[in-house]
Every structure is written in C-alpha cells, then in structure tokens.
C-alpha cells in the first residue's frame, strides 16, 4: 500500500490550495481516508476524515468551513481543498488510510495503518 501525497506550497494568508493524494494498493471506496498535520515542534494533529462509504464527514475545529475533504473513487484519490489558509495552518500535511477505524480513534494517529509522506504547506502573513 501506498499513499503519495502532493500540493504543498508557500502561500500568502488567504489564498488557497488543493493537496491530494494518489493511493495505490487500497481501495478509497472502503477506505477511512484523514489527513493530518505536524507543525515544527508541535505534534501530529487530526485534520479531517472522510469515513469508508462517504457519508460521514469529520473536521477539526480550527478548519471547519475552509477545508473540504473528498475522495474519487474512480481515480482512487483523497484530496483537501484548503482556503482561506493562516499562517498557523503551516505544517506537514499527511494523508492517513484504515479499513478498520471507529468514530471514536477519528482523531489518533494510531488508529490508522497506512501513511503518505508529508507535503509542506507554508503560508506567511
């Protein structure tokens, strides 16, 4: 199983960017797909998920109304639309997938058993 993530980039507050993110080896369609981000010294931190089915849809606070999350199942891909970013939205951004994940581990990064690499997003003020 791979994920392999892209998008990142340097942006100015307020502007917008698309991270996706290519699976291979595992279907999204039965998949929990989540993205997450790690800041420098800080720890990994839930993002959103988008449970296997595609009816159910978590996000973080501090992103709820400018991030989207969605899958293409047809591409096998996940992606999060990001607007309106911040500078403390600067971070690592990994995608994460499991086939097992209950409601309740959404937002610990052990419940989930496939990652992609990070793809850093910088966004200045």
């Known amino acids: 199983v791979q994920l392999q993530a892209s998008g990142g980039g340097l942006v100015q507050a307020g502007d917008s960017l698309r991270l996706s993110c290519v699976v291979s080896?595992?279907?999204?369609?039965?998949?929990?797909m989540a993205w997450f981000r790690q800041a420098p010294g800080k720890e990994r931190e839930f993002v959103a998920v988008?449970?296997?089915?595609?009816?159910?849809?978590h996000y973080a606070d501090p992103v709820k109304g400018r991030f989207a999350t969605s899958k293409d199942n047809a591409k096998n891909t996940v992606s999060l639309q990001m607007n309106s970013l911040k500078p403390e939205d600067t971070a690592d951004y990994y995608c994460a997938a499991s086939q097992t994940l209950i409601w309740s581990s959404m937002k610990n990064p052990q419940a989930y058993k496939y990652w992609g690499q990070g793809t850093q997003v910088t966004v200045s003020s």
């Open positions: 988008l449970f296997r089915g595609g009816s159910s849809l």
């Open positions: 080896g595992l279907a999204v369609r039965s998949s929990t």
